[in-house]
C-alpha cells in the first residue's frame, strides 16, 4: 500500500550503527569522567523524553479542538509517544548515576544544609523514583489507550472511537501539564536544589511542546520527500509552522520574564544560578540559546511565505534540533559537571540516543497505515486550503 510506510534494511543497519556508537560512548565515558558521562546520559534522556512529551501535548490538543487540518498527520504524534516506555526504562537506569548527579542524594551534604534538610521531605530517593514510576505509568496507560482508540478507528468507522479519544485526551491533557512540570522540577531545577524559579517549570513545558512540535513537522517534511503524504500542501506547513512560532513567542516570554524577574529582586538565592552561567561558553550560551529558540523561529516563519516554504522551514527545525540540546546543556552542565566541556563523548551519546529515537519512530510508523482513512475528518484533512 502506498500509504503503508516500510522500514528499509538500510535504515535499520544505519539506527543500529548510531546506537553501537551511542554504547560505546557512554561506556568509554566511565573510563574518563563519569560525572561528565552521567551528565550526558541525563540530557539525552530528558531531551528525547521531552520530544515524545511534546508529540503527546500536541496530538491531544488535535482532539480537544476537533482540528480537521491535522487529521492525517496523527500517526507522527503516535509514533513519536511509542518512544515514551523506552525512556522509562532509561531514567530507571539513572538510579545508578544519583549520585553523580544529584547533590541532594549525598546525606553528609543534606546535613550541613538546613534547606536541604526542609526539602528532603520531598527530595530522597525512594520518593524520586516513585513519581518516576507513577508519572510514566500514567503517560503509557494513556498514551496506549488513545494508540488502542486510533486503531480501533481505522476498522470501524464512525463517531464513537473519536469521541472516547477526545474524552481521554482531555484527560491526558491535564495529566502531561501537571506531571511533566514536576519531572521537569525532578530532573533539572533539583540539580541546583538551593535555587528555585517559579517560571522554570512552565518554561521547561513549552519548550517540550515547541521542540516536539518542530519534530513532527520535520517527520512530515520527510516522508512527503519519500513519496508519501503526497496530498501535504503549503496550508499544512503554515498550519505546523504556527504551533512552532507561537511557542517560539511563549518560550521567549517565560525566559525574558524569569531573568527580569531574577535580575531585577537581586535575591542572591535566586541571582546565584545565573551568576554561575555568567562566565565563558555559559554566557555565550546564554544568547545562543535566545537565538536558536526564540530569534530564528520568530524572525523567519512569521512572514506568511517563509511559513509555507519547506526551503525555509527545514534549516529552522535544524536551528531548534541544536537549540533544544545547548539550553540542556546550559541547564545542566553548570550544575553538575561545572566546566563547559563538549566533545567525542557528547556527540556519541546523543547520536546514541537519536538512533533509538528514530528506530522506535520509524517502526511505529510501519505498523499501521501512515493515512487513518476512517477518521471523521480526513477529507477535511486531505484537502485543506487557505
Known amino acids: 500500500m502506498k500509504d503503508q510506510l516500510i522500514v528499509s534494511k538500510k535504515f535499520k543497519t544505519a539506527a543500529y550503527i548510531l546506537i553501537g556508537i551511542?554504547?560505546?560512548?557512554?561506556?568509554?565515558?566511565?573510563?574518563?569522567?563519569?560525572?561528565?558521562?552521567?551528565?550526558?546520559?541525563?540530557?539525552?534522556?530528558?531531551?528525547?523524553?521531552?520530544?515524545?512529551?511534546?508529540?503527546?501535548?500536541?496530538?491531544?490538543?488535535?482532539?480537544?479542538?476537533?482540528?480537521?487540518?491535522?487529521?492525517?498527520?496523527?500517526?507522527?504524534?503516535?509514533?513519536?509517544?511509542?518512544?515514551?516506555?523506552?525512556?522509562?526504562?532509561?531514567?530507571?537506569?539513572?538510579?545508578?548515576?544519583?549520585?553523580?548527579?544529584?547533590?541532594?542524594?549525598?546525606?553528609?551534604?543534606?546535613?550541613?544544609?538546613?534547606?536541604?534538610?526542609?526539602?528532603?521531605?520531598?527530595?530522597?530517593?525512594?520518593?524520586?523514583?516513585?513519581?518516576?514510576?507513577?508519572?510514566?505509568?500514567?503517560?503509557?496507560?494513556?498514551?496506549?489507550?488513545?494508540?488502542?482508540?486510533?486503531?480501533?478507528?481505522?476498522?470501524?468507522?464512525?463517531?464513537?472511537?473519536?469521541?472516547?479519544?477526545?474524552?481521554?485526551?482531555?484527560?491526558?491533557?491535564?495529566?502531561?501539564?501537571?506531571?511533566?512540570?514536576?519531572?521537569?522540577?525532578?530532573?533539572?531545577?533539583?540539580?541546583?536544589?538551593?535555587?528555585?524559579?517559579?517560571?522554570?517549570?512552565?518554561?521547561?513545558?513549552?519548550?517540550?511542546?515547541?521542540?516536539?512540535?518542530?519534530?513532527?513537522?520535520?517527520?512530515?517534511?520527510?516522508?512527503?520527500?519519500?513519496?508519501k503524504l503526497e496530498f501535504l500542501n503549503r496550508s499544512h506547513l503554515h498550519d505546523f509552522t504556527r504551533y512552532i512560532f507561537m511557542s517560539s513567542i511563549v518560550w521567549g516570554y517565560f525566559n525574558f520574564v524569569e531573568f527580569m524577574l531574577i535580575w531585577y529582586g537581586n535575591i542572591p538565592e535566586e541571582t546565584a544560578w545565573f551568576v554561575h552561567r555568567w562566565d565563558g561558553a555559559y554566557k555565550i550560551l546564554f544568547f545562543v540559546n535566545i537565538i536558536l529558540n526564540w530569534f530564528a523561529p520568530f524572525i523567519v516563519l512569521m512572514p506568511r511565505k517563509t511559513s509555507r516554504s519547506k526551503l525555509f522551514i527545514f534549516p529552522v527545525i535544524v536551528l531548534l534540533i541544536i537549540g533544544q540540546y545547548t539550553e540542556l546543556y546550559y541547564i545542566i552542565w553548570p550544575a553538575v559537571v561545572h566546566e563547559a566541556k563538549f566533545g567525542l563523548l557528547e556527540i556519541g551519546t546523543f547520536i546514541g540516543f537519536a538512533g533509538v529515537f528514530a528506530l522506535v519512530v520509524a517502526t511505529w510508523l510501519s505498523k499501521a497505515s501512515l493515512v487513518p482513512s476512517k477518521h471523521p475528518y480526513i477529507e477535511e484533512s486531505m484537502q485543506h486550503h487557505f
Open 22 to 227: 551511542g554504547v560505546v560512548s557512554f561506556a568509554l565515558g566511565f573510563a574518563f569522567d563519569a560525572k561528565r558521562t552521567w551528565a550526558n546520559y541525563l540530557l539525552n534522556n530528558y531531551y528525547f523524553l521531552s520530544l515524545a512529551m511534546g508529540a503527546a501535548f500536541f496530538g491531544a490538543i488535535q482532539y480537544i479542538t476537533q482540528s480537521g487540518w491535522s487529521a492525517a498527520f496523527k500517526r507522527i504524534s503516535e509514533a513519536m509517544v511509542a518512544y515514551i516506555p523506552f525512556a522509562a526504562v532509561f531514567f530507571l537506569l539513572l538510579f545508578f548515576g544519583m549520585h553523580s548527579i544529584f547533590e541532594w542524594t549525598h546525606e553528609e551534604v543534606v546535613a550541613e544544609d538546613h534547606l536541604l534538610q526542609h526539602k528532603s521531605a520531598y527530595l530522597n530517593i525512594p520518593f524520586f523514583f516513585t513519581r518516576i514510576v507513577v508519572f510514566f505509568g500514567a503517560w503509557i496507560l494513556l498514551s496506549k489507550l488513545l494508540r488502542k482508540l486510533s486503531l480501533k478507528e481505522d476498522e470501524t468507522g464512525g463517531l464513537d472511537y473519536f469521541v472516547k479519544s477526545e474524552m481521554y485526551s482531555k484527560i491526558f491533557i491535564f495529566v502531561i501539564a501537571i506531571s511533566f512540570s514536576l519531572f521537569a522540577v525532578d530532573m533539572l531545577m533539583s540539580l541546583e536544589p538551593q535555587w528555585f524559579s517559579t517560571i522554570f517549570a512552565a518554561k521547561s513545558f513549552i519548550a517540550a511542546f515547541m521542540h516536539g512540535s518542530s519534530i513532527i513537522t520535520l517527520v512530515v517534511i520527510i516522508l512527503s520527500r519519500l513519496g
